[in-house]
């Protein structure tokens, strides 16, 4: 274990003891015990006060059971979630996630992320996150439906506009969020931004689709500008995923002058050497977003595509590149990953994903001064896309494309500042963004739970 001090280590001792099994939440809480600590230390109020302790404590979770009809006319019982972090500066706000592996760990490491990640946008909002183990793959519109509206029918009693906001993830997109939104109005009867990534035609906000993969690509052009003296332009890029956070990755790197290699999903690649064109890009949103499809399928569309099953040793990360951006679920960029990269001449790993990178991966990165830019501050634009889609909903106005996307690339840049500033103070070395994030965030949410003694 590489804590450096007693506090911090029987803090997280005491954590894991109480959340035995629980693996994807103790590797966040230990990822992020490790990079405060040395802020801690400095402050040593905080640690009188069991700030740590406080912190890593949600202030709620709740678990629920979800009863549908499938098609043919069965049964069907899955199992809800709703944890609500932290509302120091904020009320809760985190996205859904629909997917088989959803359970109490993986929602318990997405909301403690979310936390920090929602205080670094500067905007007022808390951390949350839900979902389900609910499969939305090879299910019809109406059974999605069905799901939908039983799933809201109980999380209702617990979300509000200024209570907790919750939005789309892996497996909710704007069909589910529709499905969602509808029947809180049902149930509640008020039209609200109980929601975020809602449809333009009822309080959604420009931009929100794009959001998470153009702000990662915002990011990541600070952070070679910054770091590396240079820009997307004529970079190799590899990219993991195929959903809502690669698509509009890869979209703006290529916009950015970068060429875009490869995209996949959970059973394989696809690698286009002469880099994925608009055209092509325009193929992949038609089998991801309408036919609800696999990126196999692109290969079959378009030439010069060559599709690899993914193996234990044919992996995406294989792929020559300068710029490495997983953007498709957690623990998907293993150490061995990291090693392949940086023999193959990478520079920077780009996290779109939450929590992409092993924490081993991650430290290996920095160590070898390759750009590392943290899930929770690169891929933060959707959240605070959400933050101002919630603006927007009690302003009761909508603003331009450009408006959202030019607010967007300003909270974008103050984030890779505020992490990069507190890199260089308290992290190993300027490449330590990491550790930089983790204390960007905390300083407020820290403050304010001091100030409100919770
Ligand atoms: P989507 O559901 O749109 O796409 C998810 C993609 O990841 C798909 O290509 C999917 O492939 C792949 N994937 C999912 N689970 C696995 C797995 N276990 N192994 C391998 N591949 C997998 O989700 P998003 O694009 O919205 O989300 C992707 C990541 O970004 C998640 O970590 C999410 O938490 C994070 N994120 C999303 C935000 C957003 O605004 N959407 C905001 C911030 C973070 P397949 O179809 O085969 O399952």
Redesign the pocket.
């Known amino acids: 274990m590489a804590f450096k001090t007693e506090y911090a280590k029987k803090v997280y001792a005491e954590l894991e003891a109480k959340n035995a099994g629980e693996k994807e939440f103790l590797q966040a809480a230990k990822e992020i015990t490790e990079s405060l600590e040395v802020y801690i230390e400095k402050n040593p109020k905080l640690q009188e006060q069991k700030i740590l302790e406080r912190f890593l404590e949600p202030e709620r979770f709740v678990q629920f059971k979800v009863v549908w009809v499938d098609d043919k006319g069965q049964f069907q019982v899955n199992r809800g979630f709703r944890v609500q972090y932290n509302s120091a500066i904020g009320p809760y706000k985190g996205?859904l996630?629909l997917?088989p592996?959803v359970n109490a760990s993986i929602i318990k490491f997405?909301g403690l992320e979310q936390v920090l990640k929602n205080s670094l946008t500067t905007l007022p909002m808390g951390g949350g996150k839900g979902g389900s183990d609910f499969d939305p793959?090879g299910k019809s519109d109406m059974e999605v439906m069905r799901f939908c509206q039983s799933f809201m029918t109980e999380l209702y009693r617990h979300i509000g506009p200024d209570t907790d906001v919750p939005?789309?993830?892996?497996?909710?997109?704007g069909r589910e969020i529709g499905y969602l939104f509808g029947q809180y109005k049902r149930i509640r009867d008020e039209f609200t931004g109980v929601l975020t990534?809602k449809g333009l035609s009822y309080g959604g906000s420009l931009a929100r689709t794009q959001?998470?993969g153009y702000g990662l690509c915002y990011y990541a052009q600070e952070a070679l500008k910054t770091l590396k003296n240079t820009s997307f332009e004529g970079k190799r890029v590899v990219i993991?995923?195929?959903?809502?956070?690669?698509?509009y990755a890869c979209e703006k790197a290529t916009q950015l002058g970068g060429k875009v290699i490869t995209?996949?999903?959970?059973?394989g690649y696809v690698v286009v050497e002469n880099g994925i064109t608009p055209e092509i890009l325009a193929v992949v949103k038609q089998i991801?977003e309408v036919e609800r499809g696999?990126?196999k399928e692109l290969a079959n569309r378009c030439p010069g595509v060559v599709y690899h099953e993914t193996t234990a040793t044919d992996r995406v990360w294989n792929t020559k590149c300068d710029v490495a951006m997983p953007?498709?679920?957690?623990n998907?960029l293993l150490l061995k990953d990291a090693e392949t990269l940086v023999k193959n001449g990478c520079i920077a790993v780009c996290e779109?994903?939450?929590?992409?990178s092993e924490l081993e991966a991650a430290k290996y990165l920095i160590k070898n001064e390759i750009i590392f830019t943290p899930?929770k501050a690169s891929?933060?634009?959707?959240?605070a896309t959400s933050g101002l889609e919630m603006s927007q909903n009690s302003e009761r106005l909508s603003w331009t494309f450009e408006e959202v996307d030019q607010k967007l690339h300003s909270i974008m840049v103050n984030i890779f500042n505020a992490s990069y500033s507190c890199a260089c103070e308290y992290g190993s070395s300027k490449y330590d963004l990491l550790t930089g994030a983790n204390i960007a965030g905390f300083k407020k949410v820290a403050e304010a739970m001091v100030a409100q003694a919770i």
């Open positions: 996205g996630r997917h592996s997405l793959k939005a789309g993830d892996i497996g909710v997109g990534g959001a998470t993991s995923g195929s959903g809502n956070v690669a698509i995209l996949s999903d959970s059973n991801k696999r990126i953007c498709a679920t957690q998907e779109g994903a939450n929590m992409p899930a891929n933060a634009g959707g959240v």
